[in-house]
């Protein structure tokens, strides 16, 4: 059965400093990644996904992850963070063998100080 | 905006009463997805519909019911509502079934039980 574990409910950067959201996750088949953002007020959007081939995903609004088999792992990073990116992130996976279900993490808060 | 739409975007509510919450996919998209997120129990998955026919099922209560119309919007039905019913419901829409498409997410329907 899939499960996501996103390490830590919150993480504090300061602004220009690198972003790092930990996910980790299992399934018994190949996966299929993503990381989702929700700003205050409003639904969730993708930010980036691994199917397959590239290991290292780049996404919107400067946001990357890369995929570890080995590790089970999925983070996501940012080099420089922007008071603009405080918002709850999700992790989020799919089974890649006709699984209809998306079993998403528990959120992490990213909060950016000034 | 994702193209996914909701509503009503507020519903305010007595325990006991019965609620329908509306959902149209984006167009062309098949495939229909209900969360329930609140802040003890996070982003549920409760249930997914593809072309008019359930899929999968999550934690969804036995008081909850959906379904997809033909033309593919969605309701989800919430009855003999009780206090902890209390939640942000979303929807998401993608355009096939299987785990390799994303989710665009609708706004969400604030439902509180008073």
């Known amino acids: 059965a899939q499960s996501v574990t996103q390490l830590g409910s919150h993480v504090s950067v300061s602004e220009g400093a690198l972003v790092l959201l930990r996910c980790n996750y299992s399934?018994?088949?190949?996966?299929?990644l993503f990381w989702y953002v929700q700003y205050p007020n409003q639904g969730l959007q993708l930010l980036l996904k691994?199917?397959?081939?590239?290991?290292l995903v780049k996404g919107i609004n400067g946001f990357e992850a890369e995929f570890k088999k080995s590790e089970t792992s999925f983070h996501l990073t940012k080099p420089s963070a922007h008071m603009s990116d405080a918002a709850e992130y999700f992790c989020?996976?799919?089974?890649?063998?006709?699984?209809?279900?998306?079993?998403f993490g528990a959120g992490t808060r990213l909060f950016v100080k000034a | 905006d994702s193209g996914v739409t909701q509503t009503p975007k507020h519903l305010i509510t007595a325990t006991g009463q019965r609620v329908t919450l509306r959902c149209s996919p984006r167009?062309?998209?098949?495939?229909v997805y209900w969360y329930q997120q609140s802040l003890d129990q996070g982003l549920q998955f409760l249930i997914q519909?593809?072309?008019?026919?359930?899929?999968a099922k999550g934690n969804i209560l036995e008081r909850f019911s959906a379904q997809q119309f033909p033309d593919l919007h969605s309701e989800l039905n919430l009855s003999s509502l009780e206090l902890g019913d209390s939640a942000l419901y979303f929807c998401?829409?993608?355009?096939?079934?299987?785990?390799?498409?994303?989710?665009?997410f609708g706004p969400g329907t604030r439902l509180t039980v008073t």
């Open positions: 519909y593809y072309n008019g026919e359930e899929r």
């Open positions: 167009s062309g998209d098949l495939s």
């Open positions: 989020a996976v799919s089974e890649g063998t006709g699984g209809f279900k998306t079993i």
């Open positions: 691994y199917t397959t081939g590239a290991t």
């Open positions: 998401a829409s993608s355009p096939r079934q299987g785990g390799v498409y994303e989710q665009y």
């Open positions: 399934s018994s088949v190949p996966p299929y």
